[in-house]
């Protein structure tokens, strides 16, 4: 989760504009929460207005208390759990905790290790722990062999009565590849408890809708990784989820090279071959974490990684600017660009 940046508020705000078709027919409470170092808004339909209030302020609270209890570099529970496992030593996790380590471990395993929240310490390695943002220059190479070569995995980790144990004290866990998905999650939930069925809530342009927005669906844009504005769009109702991952969100350039967020655990680098990849699930969790593997998977085996991990919905876009889309995301997205970009539809 990194800091918030100009671009970052300008690309909500365009998000907003396409959202906005169909606005007359509902009432609207939106609020804009500035949580987990992103704008976080959220729109609410129907309902009372005091209901919608209440649960915004709910909504707030708990982000907030995720953010604190899941940082992957601020002193916090999370870089405790981190501590023990590099001393050896075995810590309590919570219920939560357990979870998203029982899930990451999940996810990881169906991504083939291409989506891996136990890399920590090669993102820490490239300058991606800190709140000032990444300067560079890149890690020396034998630094980044050296901690490939003790292959922190997942399944390294134990939990046994509420304490986790590591094999491997090369292991950090950091969840900044699946945590936005895991809050939205979380904050639908919450709107659900307090009975409103037509919502969305948008992270910097990783969303989930719940219900419809008016008469209409919710039209949402698809940045384009290269260029100012929205390069696609889709519209989405009922429950669903887009996320994307991008090279754009946080990097470094050193010497004419961009050195990106998104680290490919074979190699130690970030990812090469894609500049961003878009992922429709129903659960915000799984396209959070799926939009990572398949970015890391690249333009070539992208589909295989989609497949393996239930996902149907996916769109990739190279680094030359080619877009690669699944069948029945091909089937619901609209290009908002003239020419559209060369698009090769690829069945998972
Ligand atoms: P996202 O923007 O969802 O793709 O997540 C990127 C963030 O996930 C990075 O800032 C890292 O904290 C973390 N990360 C980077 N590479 C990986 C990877 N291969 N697997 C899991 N998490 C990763
Ligand atoms: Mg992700």
Redesign the pocket.
Same mark, same amino acid.
């Given at each position: 989760?990194?800091g918030l940046t100009a671009r970052r508020s300008w690309w909500l705000a365009v998000v907003l504009l396409l959202s906005a078709c169909g606005q007359k027919e509902a009432q609207l409470h939106d609020t804009q929460l500035l949580v987990m170092g992103t704008l976080v808004n959220v729109s609410i339909l129907d309902g009372d207005e005091d209901v919608a209030a209440v649960a915004t302020t709910e909504v707030e609270q708990r982000l907030r208390q995720m953010h604190r209890d899941l940082h992957?570099w601020q002193p916090g529970p999370l870089t405790r759990v981190n501590e023990a496992i590099a001393s050896g030593e075995s810590a309590p996790v919570d219920t939560e905790k357990t979870m998203l380590i029982e899930r990451g471990t999940e996810l #990881?395993r169906q991504s083939g290790g291409?989506?891996? @929240?136990a !890399?920590?310490n090669l !993102?820490a390695l490239w300058g991606?722990h800190s709140d000032d943002g990444p300067h560079g220059p890149p890690p020396d190479a034998a630094a980044i062999r050296s901690l490939l070569a003790q292959a922190p995995s997942m399944t390294d980790l134990h939990i046994d009565d509420g304490r986790l144990r590591s094999d491997n004290p090369a292991v950090q866990l /950091?969840?900044?590849?699946?945590a936005?998905?895991y809050a939205i999650d979380e904050a639908i939930r919450i709107l659900r408890e307090h009975h409103i069925d037509n919502a969305i809530v948008n992270a910097g342009g /990783?969303l989930r809708v719940i219900g419809r927005h008016g008469a209409r669906p919710w039209r949402i844009g698809i940045r384009d990784p290269r260029g100012p504005g929205v390069i696609a769009s889709v519209e989405v109702s009922g429950d669903e989820c887009v996320?994307t #991952?991008?090279d754009y969100?946080?990097y470094f350039e050193y010497q004419g090279r961009r050195y990106h967020? !998104? !680290? /490919? @655990?074979r190699s130690g680098y970030p990812?090469v071959g894609s500049s961003s990849v878009t992922v429709l699930s129903h659960e915000a969790i799984v396209a /959070?974490?799926a939009?990572?593997?398949l970015?890391?998977a690249g333009p070539d085996t992208w589909a295989q990684t989609a497949k393996a991990m239930g996902i149907d919905q996916a769109m990739l876009i190279d680094d030359k600017g080619n877009v690669y889309m699944t069948p029945a995301m091909a089937k619901r997205t609209h290009f908002e660009v003239d020419p559209p970009p060369p698009i090769k539809v690829v069945v998972p």
């Amino acid at each position: 989760m990194s800091g918030l940046t100009a671009r970052r508020s300008w690309w909500l705000a365009v998000v907003l504009l396409l959202s906005a078709c169909g606005q007359k027919e509902a009432q609207l409470h939106d609020t804009q929460l500035l949580v987990m170092g992103t704008l976080v808004n959220v729109s609410i339909l129907d309902g009372d207005e005091d209901v919608a209030a209440v649960a915004t302020t709910e909504v707030e609270q708990r982000l907030r208390q995720m953010h604190r209890d899941l940082h992957a570099w601020q002193p916090g529970p999370l870089t405790r759990v981190n501590e023990a496992i590099a001393s050896g030593e075995s810590a309590p996790v919570d219920t939560e905790k357990t979870m998203l380590i029982e899930r990451g471990t999940e996810l #990881s395993r169906q991504s083939g290790g291409l989506f891996n @929240p136990a !890399i920590g310490n090669l !993102i820490a390695l490239w300058g991606f722990h800190s709140d000032d943002g990444p300067h560079g220059p890149p890690p020396d190479a034998a630094a980044i062999r050296s901690l490939l070569a003790q292959a922190p995995s997942m399944t390294d980790l134990h939990i046994d009565d509420g304490r986790l144990r590591s094999d491997n004290p090369a292991v950090q866990l /950091d969840f900044g590849g699946f945590a936005k998905g895991y809050a939205i999650d979380e904050a639908i939930r919450i709107l659900r408890e307090h009975h409103i069925d037509n919502a969305i809530v948008n992270a910097g342009g /990783d969303l989930r809708v719940i219900g419809r927005h008016g008469a209409r669906p919710w039209r949402i844009g698809i940045r384009d990784p290269r260029g100012p504005g929205v390069i696609a769009s889709v519209e989405v109702s009922g429950d669903e989820c887009v996320f994307t #991952s991008g090279d754009y969100e946080r990097y470094f350039e050193y010497q004419g090279r961009r050195y990106h967020h !998104i !680290i /490919d @655990p074979r190699s130690g680098y970030p990812a090469v071959g894609s500049s961003s990849v878009t992922v429709l699930s129903h659960e915000a969790i799984v396209a /959070d974490a799926a939009a990572t593997a398949l970015f890391v998977a690249g333009p070539d085996t992208w589909a295989q990684t989609a497949k393996a991990m239930g996902i149907d919905q996916a769109m990739l876009i190279d680094d030359k600017g080619n877009v690669y889309m699944t069948p029945a995301m091909a089937k619901r997205t609209h290009f908002e660009v003239d020419p559209p970009p060369p698009i090769k539809v690829v069945v998972p």
